[in-house]
């Protein structure tokens, strides 16, 4: 008996995410909402301006933003698809991809930018907030700026426009030296639309599977009632 409680307690400590050290200290918590179709709108049009030039989404395809983020068919071919395939306009249909040649751009940032269909996953999406937040001047990078997070990353800060220069004080503290479009609260709210975005690219079925899930449990509830009122029933006779 003694032996099947280890083991039971066992399982449950190699399936907690503690163990694989998933939840980093120092990350910033963000506020992820799959129901807020505002949000992922922005989040997805922040993306396309900003991203999309260097980094690919390769597992999604444009036409799914229809039923999942409700954005019109005309919208996303005209605003979301910015790429071309054989002269013609990237199909609807079609994987998000780029049309960057991968050796030069390795020579320019030492890396070809990774997808990012699943980074939201691999990562977690606290941790891309947090990425995003963390830049700051480092003359000596190449790209003029270095992140906390991601210590000499390749990366430019390219949302610099709008959150501004941030450089490290003598506490070792992110203050802003250079102000951008947005205030500090302004930019952390379209980051949150983002990565909010991205979690949603990493796992589209999110979407479904909690409407489901209420469902199912509604369900489940409605069951064991009749099931009760079944035992009451049957017993009845018996006492
Ligand atoms: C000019 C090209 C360029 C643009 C534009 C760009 N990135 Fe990057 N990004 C890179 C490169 C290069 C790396 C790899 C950095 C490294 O590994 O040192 C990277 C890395 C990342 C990573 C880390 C991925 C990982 O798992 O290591 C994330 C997250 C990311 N970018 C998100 C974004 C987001 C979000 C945007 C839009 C706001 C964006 N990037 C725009 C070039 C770019």
């Given at each position: ?11 449950l400590f ?12 120092d ?9 807020n ?28 933003f229809?039923?999942?983020?409700g ?49 939201a ?26 992140n906390v ?9 390219v ?10 004080d ?29 979690t949603?690219?990493?796992?589209p ?6 409407s ?7 369900f489940?509830?409605i ?16 006492k």
């Open positions: 008996m003694i032996k099947r409680y280890l083991a039971f307690f066992i399982t190699l399936l907690s995410p503690v163990t694989y050290g998933a939840s980093g200290g990350l910033k918590p963000v506020a992820i909402d799959l129901d179709k505002a949000s992922l709108q922005r989040g997805a049009q922040i993306y396309f301006n900003n991203c999309a030039g260097c980094h690919t989404l390769q597992y999604h395809r444009y036409s799914k229809v039923n999942d983020l954005i019109s068919e005309e919208m996303i071919k005209k605003n979301l698809i910015l790429t071309t395939y054989k002269g013609e306009k990237t199909k609807l249909g079609s994987t998000i991809v780029n049309s960057i040649n991968h050796d030069s751009i390795k020579e320019v940032f030492g890396v070809v930018p990774p997808d990012l269909t699943l980074t996953r691999s990562r977690g999406s606290e941790w891309i907030y947090t990425f995003l937040t963390s830049f700051y001047e480092d003359q000596t990078r190449p790209m003029g700026v270095n997070l991601y210590p000499n990353v390749n990366m430019p800060h949302l610099w426009y709008k959150e501004g220069l941030k450089e490290l003598e506490n070792n503290q992110l203050v802003i030296k250079i102000k951008g479009q947005l205030n500090q609260k302004e930019y952390e709210q379209e980051i949150t639309d983002l990565v909010n975005f991205l949603y690219v990493s796992e079925a999110q979407l479904e599977r909690y489901i899930g209420f469902w199912v449990m509604l489940l509830v069951f064991v009632f009749i099931t009760y009122l079944l035992k009451i029933e049957y017993w009845r006779d018996i």
